[in-house]
């Protein structure tokens, strides 16, 4: 696959599993690491470097690429002592894995699938359905919008709302409004653009919403 097929099989594939915002984190940032080491694949990275850049815990670490492998988008053999780096493969990609990480090549199918025989994708159905519940939850369909998504709706609707500080905050909340899963991101900058027009708005404005 492309770097652009890999991509857009990943958003493909949201469609059906809806993925958190600190998962598309995860892959985009193994995806990017991967593409600036020349497509080298598998290819080793720390776990301090990963939580730091990511701005999570080793354990919240593990949970995420845990879930990627179930979803059948990477591949990883953990370091066998302490310091040793851990070693990731995205699955899929065109340069697939060297001889010297048999463990993960048998987890890669010959014929160009991009996932294992037996590794069936949870769903919000298969979640529901494990906890006994009859009718599962209707699938979310909401993408946490890029950076560059979120620029171009402001310049385009003019609003004087910071991309990136929105981007930011919403990343750090796992795209929650309260309790709930944001619906409309769009609608949501609205929202923040009206609070920079009040009388006596100013940029510490967003400020305080970062500390609520």
């Not at 069936?120 to 298969?126: E, G, K, L, P, S």
């Not at 929650?176 to 899963?181: E, F, T, V, Y």
């Amino acid at each position: 696959m492309t770097y652009i097929e890999l991509i857009n099989r990943f958003w493909k594939l949201n469609k059906e599993c809806s993925f958190t915002a600190y998962e598309t984190q995860m892959y985009f940032k193994l995806l990017d690491t991967c593409n600036s080491l020349g497509w080298k694949n598998p290819f080793a990275q720390s776990n301090d470097c990963l939580s730091g850049e990511l701005g999570i815990s080793k354990r919240k670490l593990i949970q995420l690429k845990n879930s990627l492998k179930q979803y059948g988008l990477i591949e990883f053999q953990s370091g066998k002592v302490k310091r040793e780096l851990t070693r990731y493969a995205i699955l899929g990609c065109a340069k697939v894995i060297q001889n010297d990480t048999p463990n993960i090549t048998q987890n890669i199918i010959q014929n160009g699938s991009n996932r294992s025989p037996n590794l069936r994708i949870r769903t919000r159905q298969d979640m529901a359905g494990a906890v006994g519940i009859r009718h599962a939850l209707p699938l979310q369909h909401f993408t946490p919008p890029l950076l560059e998504e979120v620029k171009n709706y402001i310049s385009q609707k003019g609003y004087q709302v910071d991309a990136e500080t929105f981007v930011a905050f919403y990343t750090s909340k796992n795209w929650l409004i309260g309790k709930n899963k944001m619906k409309d991101w769009q609608a949501a900058l609205l929202t923040w653009h009206k609070r920079q027009k009040e009388p006596h708005s100013s940029t510490s404005k967003v400020n305080e919403i970062w500390e609520k």
